[in-house]
């Protein structure tokens, strides 16, 4: 069942995702070659806890046969898609490293991802990355009142595909409010005008899962780690989006980390879909 927000419960919402964007912004600052991803996740722990909510993941269960999701926030490197897990693995030059973050705030949550280049990126992936974030624009433009899921999925899926790229279906944007993980689903593909109406009010996480080969993904063997099948590198991003009339209204923020980070041609005016 879709909950549709109060402009109370949405203005809570906001300030759950403008801490994530902070506390992302904060990890950016230590993302080089040299860390470790367990290092960026103490950051993140403290930066949440320190600022009144807790960490989101840390703990989550998926399901009764996959043990609790032990980090602050999700690492993925190079070809691990999403849901990585931080550990002694230690920063190269040239890695794309995704990083998923969650909070808990006022029982509300936050969620936002976003892609970090370690150093100097390739050219190919520089622009895989580049393509899966135009993505997430693309989609969240779709975002609006009387559209449908698959008018979001859509966006995504042409806009990647016609650059050669594949996109990942077996995992999916999401609902969100008090829980993480609420309905409806939003793919990041699909057809115009199918799949589930949008109306004022829903609050919803798009994000792009986009991968330099296939699209086909596989978990390992600990359950969390989602890696493309071809060894392929892949990127991720995600906003949080309140569905409007006329135009979507973005609750998350790359501000902060396009702050820290050198991507000069992209500025938070075109992130949140102006």
């Known amino acids: 069942m879709v909950h549709l927000k109060s402009q109370r ?16 912004a904060e990890v950016a600052r230590h993302v080089q070659p040299g860390a470790t991803t367990l290092e960026l996740d103490a950051v993140a722990e403290e930066f949440i806890r320190s600022h009144g909510a807790e960490p989101l993941f840390k703990g989550h269960r998926a399901s009764r046969n996959i043990p609790p999701f032990p980090g602050t926030l999700c690492t993925s490197v190079n070809d691990e898609v999403v ?29 936002s991802a976003y892609t970090f280049p370690v150093g100097e990126l390739s050219e190919a992936d520089r622009q895989l990355c580049d393509a899966t974030y135009q993505s997430l624009l693309e989609g969240v433009r779709q975002a609006i009142h009387g559209n449908r899921v698959g008018d979001i999925g859509y966006a995504v899926q042409t806009y ?105 041609y992209r500025r938070e005016a075109i992130a949140e879909g102006s």
């Open 160 to 264: 990647c595909e016609q650059r050669g790229y594949g996109v990942v279906r077996d995992l999916v944007g999401h609902g969100v409010g008090r829980k993480l993980w609420e309905e409806p689903q939003v793919p990041n593909y699909g057809r115009p005008g199918k799949g589930k109406k949008l109306k004022e009010g829903m609050t919803i996480c798009i994000e792009p899962m986009i991968n330099r080969g296939t699209h086909e993904v596989a978990a390992d063997d600990d359950g969390w780690t989602v890696r493309t099948t071809d060894g392929g590198i892949s990127a991720h991003y995600e906003h949080m989006v309140v569905i409007r009339r006329g135009a979507p209204e973005v609750l998350s923020t790359f501000h902060y980390i396009e702050e820290v980070i050198d991507v000069p």
């Open 83 to 111: 849901h990585g897990i931080p550990g002694g693995y230690v920063l190269q030059e040239g890695d794309v490293l995704s990083i998923d973050c969650g909070v808990h705030l006022n029982g509300y949550v936050g969620d």
């Open 9 to 24: 419960e949405i203005d809570l919402m906001r300030e759950s995702a403008d801490l994530v964007g902070r506390t992302l």
